[in-house]
T-cell receptor, first 115, second 111 residues
Framework: EPEVTQTPSHQVTQMGQEVILRCVPI?????FYWYRQILGQKVEFLVS????????KSEIFDDQFSVERPDGSNFTLKIRSTKLEDSAMYFC?????????????FGPGTRLTVL | EDKVVQSPLSLVVHEGDTVTLNCSYE??????LLWYKQEKKAPTFLFML????IEKKSGRLSSILDKKELFSILNITATQTGDSAIYLC???????????FGPGTRLSVLP
């Protein structure tokens, strides 16, 4: 069964460092998303991406964040200068986008720890 | 501002009990409502609801949507310890744009 994959599963970094979180969405999906979940809190939308550009972004997704689809398979989230409060679980998700209604499939997540 | 509210936030029951989890929403351009189960890591999909009054069932789980009153319920009958998880409600807003999540209901099923 096709699935969304994410690497690494856990990333530890120092405050101020850049991190890149990687996702491989399901191959025929057209819409891609990043969410974050701070420990014990709700899942929060960061950004959606379609047709090689950002469709929508939340207030959390400031200039420190960027997304890219560098090739036909990977979808990356970059945080330029990490802060302590960026520590969270980051989930990538994808949606077919070809039907009228869309089930969203989540990857296993990357746990980011900023020290 | 779009919002999704779930209740209760936490629930403790014993095996065999039936539970009802609630989700209400205020979202512009509603398209669908989804229920997810989150155990250790990523949310796993349970149901997608798009039409009012049509119950979706999967084993002991069922869910229904009321688009007039803007809410959905998730029922779990004959609960088992393996049902212990956080149950998330999310609403799809606009086409492929954004899924707004509720805070989740933490269900604990005791043996």
């Amino acid at each position: 069964e096709p699935e969304v994959t994410q690497t690494p599963s856990h990333q530890v970094t120092q405050m101020g460092q850049e991190v890149i979180l990687r996702c491989v969405p399901i191959s025929n999906h057209l819409y891609f998303y990043w969410y974050r979940q701070i420990l014990g809190q709700k899942v929060e939308f960061l950004v959606s991406f379609y047709n090689n550009e950002i469709s929508e972004k939340s207030e959390i997704f400031d200039d420190q964040f960027s997304v890219e689809r560098p090739d036909g398979s990977n979808f990356t989230l970059k945080i330029r200068s990490t802060k302590l409060e960026d520590s969270a679980m980051y989930f990538c998700a994808s949606v077919t986008g070809t039907g009228l209604y869309n089930e969203q499939f989540f990857g296993p997540g990357t746990r980011l720890t900023v020290l | 501002e779009d919002k999704v509210v779930q209740s209760p936030l936490s629930l403790v029951v014993h095996e065999g009990d039936t539970v009802t989890l609630n989700c209400s929403y205020e979202v512009t351009n509603f398209r669908s409502l989804l229920w997810y189960k989150q155990e250790k890591k990523a949310p796993t999909f349970l149901f997608m609801l798009t039409s009012s009054g049509i119950e979706k069932k999967s084993g002991r789980l069922s869910s229904i949507l009321d688009k007039k009153e803007l809410f959905s319920i998730l029922n779990i009958t004959a609960t088992q310890t393996g049902d212990s998880a956080i149950y998330l409600c999310a609403v799809e807003r606009d086409y492929g744009q954004n899924f707004v999540f509720g805070p989740g209901t933490r269900l604990s099923v005791l043996p």
